[in-house]
């Protein structure tokens, strides 16, 4: 917990006007909630005008009430409970559009996740996958999804790839013992951070190999032990972590290198078109005959 941020409420609480001091009771005690909610709603609930709550974030040292709340969320982001999700997103979504709400928000954490990669790192990253002498690939939970979609392609690209599997923690060092300089280790962590992860990834990076981390912050504890960095943006809807964004960035990651080994994947994929065909790997069309 980011206790520098609460810890400056309490520390100017006694310049705050009587409003403010609501404000900022509120948020000492209801953070998980206020994180989430808009001004004009923060001024709602502690019976202030929204006006009051934008001069609240200014004497906190913020631009406006926007920063505030990212800096309110950055904190939280990884001590929320499953409970503590489900609750809040009740909250954000009660009587609304729950389709139209969860689908915008994934579009603007893609939109987000554009404007915040740096172009030159991304293909870098690519370029050190690409030169890499063996490739791992760790995710853990929910980030294990992304760990097996990205190793499913590379598979096709590489013949040095290697998904980590994550049923306990001595099996993951067991499988990555042997990991050295020259090698590439891909930790893909979003809250709450698997500490698997992270302990994986200082290993690598202790034993030389490059560590790569897909995460949603420059904060995210896997950082310290990377040394390629890809960001997107997370968030969660309800009990689920919103992980459009990630798997967007990482289609982004494998149609680059794909172009990067354009000879050598056209050689793979048609010698794997003739085995889908020969085994009717594919059900075939009725109109062309082509499987698909």
């Known amino acids: 917990m980011n206790k520098d941020f609460l810890h400056r409420i309490s520390e100017n609480m006694h310049t705050f006007s009587k409003g403010q001091k609501r404000i900022g009771n509120f948020i000492l005690s209801h953070y998980d909630k206020a994180a ?17 709550v934008v001069r609240f974030a200014s004497e906190l040292g913020y631009d406006g009430y926007p920063e505030l709340q990212h800096a309110l969320q950055e904190m939280i982001r990884n001590k929320l409970t499953t409970v503590q999700r489900i609750e809040i997103a009740s909250d954000r979504m009660a009587n609304s559009d729950v389709l139209t709400k969860v689908l915008n928000m994934d579009i603007e ?15 870098k990253v690519a370029d050190t996958i690409v030169g890499a002498k063996h490739i791992y ?16 392609y590379f598979y096709k690209i590489f013949d040095n790839v290697r998904n980590i599997a994550t049923s ?41 190999a490059t ?7 420059h904060s995210a504890p896997v ?8 960001l997107a943006r997370s968030d969660m809807a309800s009990f689920a972590d919103s992980l459009v964004a990630p798997l967007s960035l990482i289609n ?8 990067r080994r354009r000879s ?25 005959g082509n499987g698909l």
């Open 252 to 259: 982004a990651l494998i149609v680059a290198i794909g172009i």
């Open 137 to 152: 690939i760790l995710g853990v939970r929910s980030s294990a999804s992304l760990a097996s979609f990205i190793s499913f």
């Open 36 to 52: 989430f909610m808009t001004a004009a709603k923060l001024g709602e609930s502690v019976g202030v005008s929204e006006s009051t």
């Open 223 to 230: 950082i310290e032990y990377s040394d390629r960095i890809l």
């Open 109 to 123: 954490k893609i939109r987000r996740t554009l404007e915040d990669t740096s172009v030159d790192e991304f293909n």
């Open 168 to 208: 306990s923690t001595s099996e993951v060092f067991e499988q990555i013992m042997n990991i050295d300089e020259g090698d590439v280790f891909i930790a893909i962590t979003f809250p709450r951070y698997s500490k698997r992860t992270i302990k994986a990834a200082k290993y690598a990076h202790d034993k030389g």
């Open 264 to 288: 050598e994947i056209s050689a793979t994929f048609s010698q794997l078109e003739r085995i889908w065909d020969e085994y009717e790997v594919y059900e075939k069309s009725d109109d062309d």
């Open 211 to 217: 560590v790569i981390a897909l995460t949603d912050s």
